[in-house]
């Protein structure tokens, strides 16, 4: 899998939006951009994905570069409860293992 | 629909002792993988598991790591003659499908101590 790069932190202030880069120069063609979050002492937990074109959901958006080669997912109003670490992924198509290797993610701090 | 269920939550072994790590995935779900976060260090994935077959174990340890999702119950996870290193937090997740497009439900995790 294509290797993400990610700030190790960010800082945000409650109520503000938040906008968490990743770096995936070397992504190909049949990789899917996926953001997966880990709250402290919690399992990771599913935030967005996508392909080419740019995802809304109840959570997120993604905006994904047109060359690819980096993305951003925002957070349009971060609370409190957002304080997690954010791990950038790429899966290929071609992974029929559908394992997810997680890099060091982002550290996302939300101040009161 | 109840989410991904592990247990124990929390699980304390003297080395040497086997460990035996639970966990239930999601109705419908019948793709597991398991993942394990040492402290202090990033979430590294261990295998994959469908009903009755390992697809990928290219992450798990040589010697004492097994694991298996039978036709019926819940996947397991173990580690026999457990040593201080395993001491960390294993994850279960479950998917609806596979492919690079479906997302993975995680457990709550189990985290092991080795007194």
């Known amino acids: 899998d294509a290797k993400t790069t990610q700030p190790n932190s960010m800082e945000s202030n409650e109520e503000e939006p938040v906008h968490l880069p990743c770096n995936h120069s070397t992504i190909s063609g049949t990789d899917y951009i996926h953001w997966y979050r880990q709250l402290p002492s919690q399992g990771p937990e599913y935030v967005i994905h996508g392909l080419t074109s740019n995802v809304n959901n109840r959570m997120a958006s993604l905006a994904i570069a047109e060359d690819r080669k980096s993305s951003t997912l925002i957070l349009h109003r971060a609370t409190l409860r957002d304080a997690a670490v954010y791990y950038c992924i790429l899966r290929d198509l071609g992974n029929q293992g559908g394992k997810l290797i997680f890099g060091q993610g982002t550290e996302l701090s939300v101040k009161p | 629909n109840a989410g991904v269920m592990q247990n124990p939550r929390h699980l304390v072994r003297r080395r040497g002792q086997e460990a035996r790590l639970r966990c239930s995935p999601m109705?419908?779900?019948?793709?597991v993988y398991w993942y394990r976060q040492l402290p202090e260090e990033g979430l590294k994935f261990m295998v994959y598991?469908?009903?009755?077959?390992?697809?990928?174990e290219s992450g798990m340890p040589k010697e004492r790591f097994s694991a298996e999702f039978p036709k019926e119950g819940p996947s397991i996870l173990r580690i026999q003659q457990v040593v201080r290193g395993d001491s960390a937090a294993y994850f279960c997740a479950s998917s609806p499908l596979v492919g690079a497009g479906g997302e993975q439900y995680f457990g709550p995790g189990t985290r092991l101590t080795v007194t």
């Open positions: 598991l469908q009903k009755e077959n390992i697809i990928d």
């Open positions: 109705k419908g779900h019948s793709h």
